[in-house]
């Protein structure tokens, strides 16, 4: 039997982000601004998240939805502390979030009484790479530990990223991290990253982070007028 | 280990368009990964010999075309790939570069018998 060439063509992830441009749709419609954190485990996108709650809150509006592989409420408990509504989702022990199960945590969340998402995906730096779900912009925080070679080492997460947060900037006395080689390597895949240095622990580069988030927030509202 | 979606989502892309071509079986698959998009060949794979099974798609072969990752230069418009480690222009030393290959990540055909 002869067999025949059928030519297809198609996004291998285009379910994925078909379902992510529903989710992003339904927050434009809210006029809510969602940000998408990613980051190895132990880089500090949960101290992040609460530094950054801890500036904007109750100002801006805020709501979390929470990540994890295991069925642990560590992340929302710390948020819940704060106030704040968290969505915990569960994965199952897959090693990112997709489009369906941000939209079913979306389903949870009172979108119209919040000006800001924050989504805290699980701790990877390759899988949620490749995952879109249909918040406005990516952030990467990385931390001075973790050292200077993570965009040579994990390039397609930094493709798609609008922020990039440097975490720990305190230990940068104490590790050996050549801060022009990371920012070269990001900016070699991503000439329109906004890089901020931070640290969680002192409080310093909080405020710029946060001014800028204002910012994206404001014109989301805009937009949805 | 998010390879498993991945490998469902090709299973049923592949299916879609077996049926659509009124196919008996597919015989092979002819996937292309660009060298940016964190996908490993093997595990597809692995998964694929597993959820393919009682499926038009059983005994369908898995091909896998690599591309590289391919860069653009802004300031002097020299086009490279990188086949090792990340690196700013090799002719003019710039970090104003231009991803222009290598995030491919799609099903490009299938060969099917009727």
Same mark, same amino acid.
């Given at each position: ?17 078909? +379902? ?23 880089? $500090? ?10 500036? =904007? %809150?109750?100002?801006?509006? +805020? %709501?979390?939805?929470? $990540? ?25 022990? !897959? ?7 941000? !939209? ?18 699980? $701790?990877?730096?390759?899988? *949620?790479?490749? &995952?879109?779900?249909? !918040? ?5 925080? %990385?931390?001075? *530990? ?24 305190? =230990?940068?006395?104490?590790?050996? &991290? ?16 906004? &890089? &901020? ?26 937009? %949805?007028? | ?16 368009? /077996? ?15 660009? /060298? ?32 590289? /990752? ?45």
């Amino acid at each position: 039997m002869t067999t025949e060439n059928v030519p297809v063509v198609e996004k291998i992830m285009n379910a994925n982000d078909q +379902i992510a441009m529903i989710n992003r749709k339904k927050l434009d419609d809210a006029g809510v601004f969602a940000i998408n954190i990613m980051a190895s485990p132990g880089s $500090g996108k949960t101290s992040t998240i609460l530094r950054t709650i801890e500036d =904007l %809150a109750p100002d801006v509006r +805020i %709501a979390v939805i929470e $990540g994890d592989t295991a069925p642990v409420t560590i992340d929302s408990d710390k948020v819940k502390a704060l106030g704040i509504p968290a969505v915990q989702i569960n994965t199952g022990g !897959s090693c990112h979030l997709d489009a369906p199960m941000f !939209s079913r945590g979306l389903e949870q969340v009172d979108l119209a009484n919040i000006d800001l998402l924050i989504i805290e995906n699980v $701790g990877n730096l390759i899988c *949620p790479a490749g &995952f879109m779900l249909g !918040s406005h912009a990516n952030v990467v925080v %990385a931390s001075i *530990p973790e050292g200077d070679d993570k965009p040579y080492k994990y390039p397609n997460i930094y493709r798609g990223i609008e922020v990039m947060i440097i975490n720990k900037m305190d =230990l940068l006395p104490y590790v050996d &991290f050549d801060m022009d080689y990371f920012r070269k390597g990001v900016q070699i895949l991503n000439n329109d990253a906004v &890089f &901020f240095n931070i640290s969680c622990k002192t409080g310093e580069g909080v405020s710029e982070w946060t001014s800028w988030l204002k910012n994206r927030i404001q014109q989301q509202k805009e937009l %949805a007028k | 280990m998010h390879e498993l979606s991945v490998t469902e989502s090709i299973l049923n892309i592949a299916k879609n368009h /077996a049926e659509k071509a009124k196919a008996k079986q597919v015989t092979d698959i002819h996937i292309v990964i660009g /060298a940016l998009s964190s996908i490993v060949d093997d595990s597809i794979q692995f998964y694929w010999d597993i959820i393919t099974q009682d499926t038009i798609c059983a005994s369908a072969q898995l091909h896998f075309k690599r591309v590289p /990752a391919k860069l653009t230069c802004q300031d002097c418009n020299h086009t490279y790939t990188i086949e090792d480690e990340l690196s700013p222009c090799p002719k003019c030393g710039s970090i104003r570069i231009k991803v222009v290959g290598g995030e491919e990540f799609w099903l490009e055909s299938i060969e099917i018998e009727r």
